[in-house]
Structure formats: structure tokens, C-alpha cells
């Protein structure tokens, strides 16, 4: 038995270490190209879109000035082969005491390599002011989460106990694996 446990042991040690060093690799890479998105979007790249309530099609910026119900707004860059690289769900709040953005981040392929959840609210009860989550997901091609980071703090980056805070504004969401899936999930014909 114990002579089994010894092989079992060193088996595992050998798959760790032979196979670690590749997984970090691959993470460090989706790590930079969401870097390099982040870094390259600015406000004159982006194209901004809105959905209002009880309409299937997107408005301009321009056009939903006048409208009173706002449901969500789309920022959405494009690199310069015009394929759409970042999409940013920003939904409405009416109140403005919460704030929310669903970031997705696609390849080349119209594959989602990273995911952002940022999550900003009041009434959290763990802290006088706000509370922000982020949340990150990094895929490999086959859709499987190659790493994942979540953070909890106050406006003052302080980590927060989650285990003391409320999260009245924990909206459903979905995580789409393409651009494809994306668009017709939200029914989206052009973006």
C-alpha cells in the first residue's frame, strides 16, 4: 500500500509539473490579449448602441437622447479588419444604484477568450459605500475556463468579506461562446 501511494504521488507530481507549465503559458496569453483590447479601445473606437424596452432593433446614441426607457447599452470595438474583437452590456439603472457591465472578449474566430463581470451597488451592508465585484473568465478554444479571478472590495480597493454582504443586484446572465451566439441569443441580426 504504501509503495503504491509513493507511485501515485510521483505519477501526479510528474503530470503537475509537465503540465503546468503549458497552462500558465496559455493563461499568461489570453491574460495579454484581453491586455491589448483593453488598451486599444478608447471612446473614439468604440460604436455605441442602445436597446429600448419593447423595441427588437439597436439605436444610435444619437437617436435614444430622447427616450425614457432604456433597457441597456452596447459599446462595441471593432480591430481594423472590422471584425468585433469587445462587446460591453452596460444594463440601465433607473436609480443609479447599481452598476453593471458584462464585458466579452473574442479571438479572431468570433470565439469568447475572456469574460468580465463588473458588479458596483450600494445597500451591500458589509460597507458605508459601494461594493464592487469583478469577475474574470479566461476560456481555452474549447469553451473550458482556463482561469478565473474574483475579487470583492469597497471603493477603496479594500477586500470585503463576502460572507457579510448582501447582493441585492445579482441579475441572471449568460456567458455566450461566440460572436454568433452572442448576437442571436440578444437577437441581434447586425452589429
Known sequence: MKKLTCIITAVSLIYACSSSPKTNKN??????????VDSTINAQS???YVKV???TDLISREEARDQKNIEATYNIFKDKSGKIRYIAELPFSPKDDWFISYKSYFDEDGKLFAFQRE???FGSECTKGAAMENLVKFYNPDFSIAD???T??????TPLDKTTCKFPYNF???????????????GFAEL
Not at 441572471?172 to 440578444?186: A, D, F, G, L
Open 119 to 121: 458588479n458596483n451597488y
Open 172 to 186: 441572471p446572465y449568460k456567458i455566450n461562446s461566440t460572436i454568433e451566439e452572442y448576437k442571436k441569443e440578444r
Open 46 to 48: 468604440l460604436v455605441v
Open 53 to 55: 424596452k419593447n423595441k
Open 27 to 36: 493563461v499568461s496569453r489570453l491574460k495579454d490579449k484581453k491586455y491589448t
Open 148 to 150: 478565473s479571478v474574483f
Open 152 to 157: 470583492l472590495t469597497d471603493t477603496k480597493k
